[in-house]
């Protein structure tokens, strides 16, 4: 069973910076993407980051500039460099695999950010 798991969640303070990593435990079928979702308390999972296998990316608007997402498609791996970070970055990271047979999330990592 395909299984993402994260790492490099932690606490941090305000302006300081973290990388996420994230890695498939098994070779993902016709790999068309990956990504960073999160999820604050209460609330749905938005997108933070995304980049398919010919290196195009996107990412939300409240990350531009200070986020870049780079991935391994070889190794089905996705990596999160986070900057600047803010007190609202605070949150459960999630990343996932997307491909031909279907998506697969991780359990999440959480980032804090204090002042």
């Known amino acids: 069973q395909v299984q993402p798991v994260e790492s490099g969640g932690g606490l941090v303070k305000a302006g300081e910076s973290l990388k996420l990593s994230c890695a498939s435990s098994?070779?993902?079928?016709?790999?068309?993407?990956m990504g960073w979702y999160r999820q604050f308390p209460g609330e749905q999972r938005e997108l933070v980051a995304r980049?398919?296998?010919?290196?195009?990316?996107n990412y939300a608007d409240s990350v531009k500039g200070r986020f870049t997402i780079s991935g391994d498609n070889a190794k089905n791996t996705v990596y999160l460099q986070m900057n600047s970070l803010k007190l609202e970055d605070t949150g459960v990271y999630h990343c996932?695999?997307?491909?031909?047979?279907?998506?697969?999330w991780g359990q999440g990592t959480q980032v804090t950010i204090s002042s």
């Open positions: 980049i398919t296998t010919d290196g195009t990316t």
């Open positions: 098994q070779k993902i079928f016709k790999l068309k993407a």
């Open positions: 996932y695999f997307w491909g031909l047979l279907g998506e697969y």
